[in-house]
């Protein structure tokens, strides 16, 4: 899924430029960040009460690393394979995934992670597009979605992009008002659930730097209803700029709390104003594990919301958008922080 810092017609004109691309772990100039040699990987979520998906496609790969003799990659990439991540139901019908995440946590005691990524006109019609072909498509999704969640224990991220895509003008006009109704009933649907937190997706701090464009167009999608929003869906920012960006636009919302996404944010941002700094820059690692022991009382978690390994798009000789990429995924395993 693609996350802007620049216009969408400045990502027009240089894609073309871009998609010469570069391998995944050929490094820009400049530093990059951590070295890629590390100890051993940590404990499977640990201090997590999030799921852990057994056939996630990093669980997957290392199994086929395993089979193949390459025991070392196999033992780095379980950093992800046994991490707890974001499952994001695709098609027109979410109910199979979201029953199989929901009765594959129940079995354990914890709880599953969601991104509910649907909404018509989804990303501008970019890397990432789709979405329900009309509203009422929409409702009826949301509303398979949150019954198959049922009275299971579940976090919902709500709509990637939806409403920085409204501020920064990405996505027309006379979209915006559909948008943000169905945005608000989608809590709302979602909130029957007696279970269920829901998060409003905004953005990040390199993407809509000033929180005070955020504050209004979230009220008006319905954040009061929800538990809260989230931040830095599949970027790169630093835990210390999302927090203080956090903090400001929670005190514009009376105090909302948020989650933010430590999936890939583990050596921050791509160095430069590079442009398309968002999609596949190399040299990233992966963040915080997940947990819901932030140690701060606005933060309630810190989730791998991206999936590390998915691609981004075909930008830096990536696959599709959201297609899993186990170059990519070793690179952001290895050079994690132990």
Request: hydrophobic share 35%; glycine share 10%.
């Amino acid at each position: 899924m693609s996350r802007r810092t620049v216009t969408a017609a400045a990502l027009t004109l240089v894609s073309a430029l871009l998609l010469t691309g570069c391998g995944e772990d050929e490094p820009p100039k400049g530093p990059v960040g951590p070295p890629s040699t590390r100890s051993e990987a940590p404990a499977p979520s640990a201090g997590s009460p999030f799921w852990v998906d057994p056939e996630s496609d990093a669980a997957k790969q290392v199994r086929t690393y395993e089979a193949q003799g390459r025991t070392e990659d196999a033992e780095i990439l379980k950093r992800i394979a046994e991490r707890p991540v974001a499952d994001w139901p695709a098609g027109d019908d979410p109910v199979p995934e979201v029953t199989r995440a929901v009765r594959g946590a129940t079995a354990e005691g914890r709880t599953p992670v969601f991104v509910a990524y649907n909404i018509p006109h989804r990303d501008c019609g970019m890397y990432s597009a789709g979405g329900s072909h009309d509203a009422q498509a929409y409702r009826n999704w949301v509303d398979s979605f949150a019954s198959a969640i049922g009275d299971s224990p579940a976090i919902v991220v709500l709509e990637p992009d939806a409403v920085p895509h409204i501020v920064d003008g990405c996505t027309p006009s006379q979209y915006h008002d559909e948008r943000y109704g169905l945005l608000a009933e989608a809590i709302v649907r979602l909130k029957r659930q007696p279970h269920t937190r829901v998060y409003l997706d905004a953005g990040n701090p390199a993407w809509i730097d000033d929180p005070g464009k955020l504050a209004e167009p979230l009220r008006r999608a319905g954040v009061a209803r929800a538990d809260g929003f989230s931040l830095n869906v599949s970027n790169f920012q630093t835990n210390d700029t999302v927090k203080g960006f956090g903090a400001t636009l929670s005190g514009l919302l009376g105090g909302a709390h948020f989650t933010v996404d430590t999936s890939r944010n583990g050596a921050g941002p791509l160095p430069g104003n590079r442009a398309e700094a968002w999609c596949n820059p190399p040299g990233r690692s992966l963040g915080v594990p997940p947990t819901d022991r932030t140690g701060d009382e606005l933060v309630d978690a810190y989730l791998w919301i991206k999936r590390p390994g998915d691609s981004d798009g075909q930008c830096r000789g990536g696959p599709a958008a959201g297609t899993w990429w186990p170059e990519y995924a070793l690179g952001l395993a290895r050079r994690a922080k132990a």
